[in-house]
């Protein structure tokens, strides 16, 4: 419980940054630490966190120690595990030592510990934590001042402070104070903000200066070849790593020079010279060759290993000529800090964080120099920071070249992002594709849509939900129905011209979101040709706006109703997309008075219940689950974490069976519960092909104000097994049949609970 109450509490990173009104003269006059401020009384004190589940949170009148109002924690329910009240501070503080002092009251505080905490962060994770667990702080007492004093590291960038209660009691916390040094930070002297060479150069902020582009067999090959080295110095380069250049805009320096290139050679020679401006380094220590370590003449799964080596294979001279290629690699032997202005890591996580990657949303259609930058930085983040670049299916080395052209002759906005979404199915992950609210997109896919919902069942495009049933019955479609063409173009057709733009792990999960768009329109009607009952008939669809149906993108593929019910008598019925926060907690006793439970994750939870509901479902800690995270010093490299367990000792543990639904909707977080519920003893998986997208997503933009996202860690069951593209595994494999979807039976929720129900 200590390591992982402390693994959390350092896991919890994402808090409101503050603006900078507040960071101006006095960044603390604002600071809300005595917890008095709070613009919504039903919510948290203003700048306030919550970290944990199941417990509440709030201001308490009645019990105080200066002020008007403390703040209270106490367990929603006896389940819960922790609760945390966390706070923000910039780390722009000069001095040696940070304290955290605070006052706590505790009532019958027992089953665990209450206490302040203090974290103190730097660029690529925690640097300093203590949570005063160590210091047994439990039972009843009145208001007691305590404090927790950490070394302020110079290169700290954000403070963490707050208070926590581990286990059952009710606990306040008021009046906290930072001091530095022993000066309250209010009176301590700011850091000057460390201003890089590389966020001053503004001479490319108009437009790339690169003109409408014919291009060539050979400038086209140049081309790719500069994209690789643009990408490979970004990442390798201790001059790129400080800051020191802004490498958007090198980028446009160099284009004309490679355009004009006379060949080969002196394509080499213009990159070999560009290469060698950027200044001398240091050499650091060379990477120990991959190996799986070996313990005792065992291999040992528990320490770190090579999952993925970077792959340098276009490294060569052949490709380069024999300077270049030699000058690269020895900007490989490079020594590289622990930083870098690109490009970071979640703290203890460890999924990268694309930094300074500016979106240049002023420019919706990007001339051929921001087009190709936009390839190029795109291309190079999965070269180096994709964690499943070994599953994509082909040689990425090959696909830039293939994509110069697309690109750097896109004629308007529709084509350049089109060329985009291309670029991003090729490497089949769900989690990537173009989000947001980009109106151009949207007018692509049709801004309105029919009143039904289609899913593709027995491989046919099949109405499986009413939007508005009333425009449905008007228009004769009913469910069950299968959707044969649409406005005259077979659906057989439409996949195959979709497939190409449509990111997906898999084909079932194409076939997913092709449905979702397949009766959006930019008209009021749409035409469609259906099959029901071995008759084929036509109908002209009334089409409504999204809005109009309030369709977000949950909606879409979350169904609504309650998130627990009774199945008969004895069988509970659990729908993690409906649950609210802590819910859980609630519900757990009501399970534990049943014979069976079904988990349907063909939805994505919306609270995270792997340990709440795991702890409660399995009798021991089980390794569920391992994760392979990237590299600053070697970028390419991915190495396997230890395993992750799920549960603990727990005699009391879920004696009833339990059965998990999963289907194309089971997506992140879904495959990554299910991982962790399926290793409940006897439990069964039903189901088919999941999304084959999980890990903590990387979010990063391309010019022109797209917005994508990456899988950004690896994940694999404790053996090593891929989870992405293939998805989950179930146990038994079964899918919905048009029959069944016309009775209007949920088939492999009857096969849950004919398995339940079974001797």
């Known amino acids: 419980m200590k390591l992982l109450l402390t693994l959390l509490l350092t896991a919890l990173f994402a808090l409101t940054a503050y603006g900078q009104a507040e960071n101006a003269v006095n960044p603390l006059a604002e600071f809300n630490l005595g917890f ?20 509440s949170l709030k201001t308490d009148s009645t019990e105080k120690k200066a002020g008007n109002v403390s703040l209270s924690l106490e367990p929603l329910d006896k389940t819960a595990s922790f609760g945390a009240a966390a706070y923000q501070i910039p780390a722009l503080y000069e001095g040696k030592e940070i ?15 209450a206490g302040l905490f203090l974290r103190v962060d730097g660029e690529n994770g925690v640097m300093e934590f203590d949570n005063m667990q160590s210091r047994d702080i439990k039972g009843s007492a009145d208001w007691t001042q305590y404090s927790i004093t950490l070394p302020l590291p110079a ?7 707050g208070a926590l209660l581990s286990g059952k009691g009710k606990l306040w916390v008021d009046d906290l104070q930072v001091l530095i040094d022993g000066k309250d930070v209010k009176e301590v002297k700011r850091r000057s903000p460390v201003v890089f060479k590389a966020s001053l150069d503004k001479e490319f902020d108009a437009g790339s200066k690169i003109g409408v582009l014919k291009l060539e067999k050979r400038q086209v090959e140049d081309l790719a ?36 290139a006379k060949n080969k050679n002196d394509r080499n020679e213009i990159l070999f010279a560009w290469a060698e401006s950027l200044g001398t380094f240091s050499a650091g220590p060379q990477p120990a060759a991959p190996k799986t370590p070996v313990k005792d003449g065992v291999k040992d799964m528990a320490a770190p290993q090579t999952k993925l080596s970077p792959d340098l294979s276009w490294l060569t001279a052949k490709t380069l000529g024999d300077k270049l290629a030699g000058q690269l690699n020895t900007v490989k032997s490079a020594k590289r800090e622990n930083k870098h202005y690109y490009i970071g890591f979640a703290p203890n996580i460890g999924n990268p964080q694309f930094k300074n990657e500016s ?22 983040i999965i070269k180096y920071f994709f964690p499943n670049r070994h599953l994509i299916g082909e040689n990425w080395n090959n696909v830039l070249a293939e994509f110069v052209p697309l690109f750097a002759n896109a004629a308007d906005e529709l084509e350049y992002k089109k060329a985009a979404l291309a670029l991003i199915a090729r490497i089949h992950d769900t989690h990537a594709n173009i989000w947001g609210s980009d109106p151009t997109m949207a007018k692509y896919r049709g801004l309105n849509l029919a009143p039904v919902n289609i899913t593709f069942v027995e491989d046919k495009a099949v109405v499986t939900h009413y939007w508005d049933e009333e425009l449905a019955e008007k228009a004769g479609l009913k469910i069950g129905d299968v959707i044969e063409a649409v406005n ?19 084909y079932p999960t194409q076939l997913r979101d092709i449905a979702r768009f397949l009766l959006y329109t930019n008209e009021n009607f749409v035409n469609v040709r259906y099959m029901r009952d071995g008759v084929s008939k036509e109908a002209r669809v009334e089409t409504s706006t999204r809005d109009k149906y309030k369709l977000g993108f949950a909606d879409v593929y979350n169904k ?31 399970i534990a008075k049943t014979k069976g439970l079904v988990v349907d994750l063909r939805t994505y939870p919306s609270d995270f219940i792997v340990f709440s509901l795991g702890e409660f479902l399995l009798p021991k800690p089980t390794d569920f689950v391992k994760f392979t995270g990237g590299s600053l010093a070697d970028p390419g490299l991915f190495n396997y974490t230890e395993p992750l367990k799920v549960g603990k000792e727990n005699s009391d543990h879920y004696k009833g069976k339990v059965v998990i639904l999963i289907n194309e909707l089971t997506q992140s977080q879904a495959e990554y519960t299910t991982m962790a519920l399926r290793t409940a003893p006897g439990a069964v998986v039903i189901g088919s092909t999941t999304a084959g997208a999980d890990g903590n997503v990387s979010q990063f933009s391309l010019p022109g104000g797209i917005s994508t996202m990456i899988s950004g860690i690896g994940i694999y069951y404790p053996d090593g097994r891929e989870t992405q593209r293939i998805g989950i595994v179930p146990d038994i494999v079964m899918t919905p049949t048009i029959k069944g979807i016309k009775e209007g039976k949920d088939e492999l929720l009857d096969k849950a609970l004919q398995i339940i129900n079974s001797k």
Not at 99 to 113: A, H, I, P, Q, Y
Not at 562 to 590: C, F, N
Request: cysteine-free.
């Open 99 to 113: 304290e955290l002092r605070g006052f706590l009251k505790l009532k019958d505080v027992s089953d665990g510990f």
């Open 488 to 506: 005259g173009k077979k659906v057989s057709d439409i996949i195959k011209e979709k497939l190409r733009l449509t990111p997906a792990s898999n």
């Open 36 to 55: 008095e401020k709070s613009s919504d009384a039903a919510k948290l004190p203003d700048k306030w966190a919550q970290w944990g589940t199941g417990f």
């Open 155 to 161: 290169d700290a960038t954000t403070i963490y402070v």
């Open 225 to 260: 070849v500069l994209g690789k080295v643009w990408g490979f110095l970004k990442y390798y380069h201790p001059a790129i790593a400080r800051g020191d250049h802004n490498w958007d805009y090198e980028l446009f320096r160099i284009l004309p020079k490679i355009l004009a």
């Open 359 to 380: 979106a240049y949303k002023a420019m919706a259609y990007p001339d051929a120099g921001y087009r190709l930058l936009s390839l190029f930085r795109y291309w190079n």
């Open 560 to 590: 609504k109703g309650e998130a627990y019910k009774l199945i008969g008598t004895d069988v509970g019925y659990l729908y993690p997309g409906s649950l609210k926060e802590g819910e859980i907690a609630k519900i757990i006793p009501e």
